[in-house]
Structures are given as C-alpha cells and as structure tokens.
C-alpha cells in the first residue's frame, strides 16, 4: 500500500513554528473568493497583431482558479486565422509584457463564437494550481515582486495572428481567483 500526499500536505508537514518563511499561504487553505466580470466591444482595428485587450488587475497575492471568455466570431472567414494569448503585464497599457501566454498560447477561440471556456490552465501547467500571480508572472519571491514597485498585475489578451477576415463583436470575461 502507498500512501501519495499532495503538495499541500508537504508544506503543512515541513513548516516549523520558528520561520514564518515555510507558513503555507493561507489563500491555499481559506481567502477571499473574487470575481472580476466584464465585457469588452472591439472593432476590427482593436484586433490587429500584436494588440493588447487589457481585461483585470490582479493583486500579487491572488492565486488564479479560472479565465474563463465568451465572445462573438471575431474572424468571418471561412479560413480563419485569428489567434490570441492570454498572460500578465506590468502596466495597464499592455506594453510592458511580464509573461503574455503564461496562461493560454495561441488560441484559436475567437475565430468563431464561443460562450464561457476556462483558460487559466490552457498553456499553465496543471502542477502549479495554487500558486500566486508574483509566482506566474515570474517572479522568483513575493519579495522581489514586491521590490518591483508594484502591486500586482494586468491580465490581457495578446493578438499573436490577424484576423482572415476582422470582425467587430464583443468579449466577455469572467476571471475567478482567491486572494488572501
């Protein structure tokens, strides 16, 4: 018989109660459910290479368990071509790019339209559920994201491929995490 134990349970068993460094953050154990809802309208120039569609800010604290986008066929024709990321950004104009598919790489979701499909896992490995944003945007602390003279970061949609054939419509996003 074997007994397998989760991450989780390893660093319950590791901590000592002399240094708070090995404390298990508490958003694994309990925290604040949020969630950030919205919708944006796009023409046919807001979806051109290279664009930014900036949808949330998320504190360096929050641990990420949902990206989930809905939108409208964004590329009309019949070979569409269209293809976006999803990651984080230092600024909420989108031009400072911390990691822009940590999250989802090369999707195809917009060249027809979808409802609601959860893309925090699509391009993140599955092994890093729980794990913070400072720590997904590539930080290798919290103290050295915090050194960055930020707070957190902006999650965005980056177009990596045009349309075939652009189409204005709308997105709409849901983006659920635990903050503690």
Known sequence: MTTKKS?????IQDRTATDSS??????????DLVTANGSVALLTTDIDADDV??????????????????????????????????????????????DDDVYATVSTQFQAAAGFT?????????AVNGQAVWADAGFATLAAAKASNLSGQY????IDTVAAT??????AFRVTYVDG
Do not use: M
């Open 7 to 11: 991450s989780l349970v390893d660093q």
């Open 22 to 31: 090995d404390l298990v953050s508490a958003v694994n154990h309990n925290g």
């Open 53 to 98: 569609i900036v949808l949330c800010f998320l504190p360096f604290s929050a641990v990420v368990q949902k990206i989930e986008i809905a939108n409208d066929d964004l590329d009309s024709n019949g070979s569409p071509t269209l293809t976006f990321d999803v990651g984080l950004y230092d600024d909420v104009d989108g031009e400072t790019a911390r």
């Open 155 to 158: 999650l965005a949609i980056h």
């Open 166 to 171: 652009a189409a204005a419509g709308d997105i």
């Open 118 to 126: 959860d893309l925090a896992f699509e391009a993140r490995d599955i």
